[in-house]
């Protein structure tokens, strides 16, 4: 089928500074802490003795400790510390606790943060290679996703991560973006016409919306609750798991199932905090960070599945079936507006790779 440690450690006092700039570029961040408890004190590098260092990595995200994000980096926490004897321990730090996305990827930059799992959506001011990912409609399904991401394409995508001092381990996922508003269902580009929908601050997805006649509006996800609630902005678009754990239900009437955008996130750590690690503590990083990645999947879709049903019995009236064809008619200038940035043939053979 085919279709288209040299660990510098965080301060307490980072820690809040950070946590008061959130700039959550996700789309799915909640008030809330760390949930392992910590103090702050996250980050340290703990000597046991020179044959067995131990090594306290810090991964933060913008999403609620009720994500797939969570449950996904819980398990990967445990797998980690059981595999490396305890040798590597992996502190969890939710709802944008360390900062934003954006915030955090220049943490690990200058070596200040260890490791985050981050949407792409800041990923262009660091390495816009990556964002070809956002193209809207560019895979069909969650299978051609992966296969993509989990072979020679997403393995070089990846690499483009170093030269800006980062180390991509794997990647995971949100899941497939949909449409969500209060004043009539959408079933074709044409009822997007005239709407304000809040985006990620994020170009390709902002250009698609444009394209089919829609108002994109970048705000803070904070903020996005009420400004639903108070008809600031007509719907907002998201995967199911982030509109069902933000209740969207209580503020939104309408959801369609548009799958417009498939979101992955990225699972990275510094690199200068990578290079300091002996090697076989690399090697299960690595390894146990794709493990992770595949769990976290399934978690996702068992969310979606779930939740669907969930958001219809809280009122929402939902249209499954799509026709998406229109939909991907409408969007093609983005196509032919960022050819050049990501390169035909890139582009092509993401499309039609077989899965």
Known sequence: MKKALMISGISAMAVALA?????????????????NGNNGNNGSN??????????????????????????????????????????LQIDIFADGALGGEREMIESLQMGDQEMVLTSTGPMSGFAEEVTVVDLPFLFENH??????????????????????????????????????NNNHPVEGPEDIDGLSLRTMENDIHMAAFEEMGGDPTPMSFTELFTSLQQGVVDGQENPIPVIHSSRFYE?????????????????????????????????I???????????????????EEEFI?????????????????????????????YEDTFGADLIEEIQNYDY
């Not at 003795?49 to 449950?71: K, N, P, R, V, W």
């Not at 072979?151 to 949100?174: M, V």
């Not at 009236?317 to 939909?327: A, K, R």
Request: proline share 3%; glycine share 10%; net charge negative.
């Open 251 to 283: 503020v939104q009437d309408h959801l369609s199932l548009t799958n417009h955008v498939y979101n992955p996130s990225i699972m990275m750590i510094s690199q200068e905090v990578y290079d300091e690690l002996p090697e076989d503590l690399q090697e």
């Open 285 to 303: 990083l690595r390894e146990e960070a794709q493990a992770g990645a595949e769990n976290e999947r399934e978690i996702v879709q068992r969310m």
């Open 19 to 35: 946590a008061c700039g959130n700039d959550d570029n996700n789309g799915e961040a909640n008030a809330g802490g760390d949930n």
């Open 143 to 180: 299978d051609h996703a992966h296969t993509v991401l989990d072979g020679d394409i997403g393995q070089g995508l990846l690499d483009e991560l170093e030269p800006h001092d980062l180390h991509g381990l794997a990647w995971w996922e949100n899941g497939f973006r949909h449409v969500t």
């Open 309 to 337: 049903g969930d958001l219809e019995d809280e009122g929402m009236e939902v249209v499954q079936d799509v026709d998406l064809d229109p939909f991907i008619d409408a969007v093609q200038p983005v196509y032919e507006e």
């Open 46 to 87: 703990e000597a046991s003795g020179d044959d067995g260092e131990t090594y306290t990595l810090s991964i933060g995200h913008t999403l609620a400790e009720a994500s797939h994000y969570q449950e996904g980096l819980e398990e990967f926490k445990e797998i980690v510390e059981e595999r490396s004897d305890g040798r």
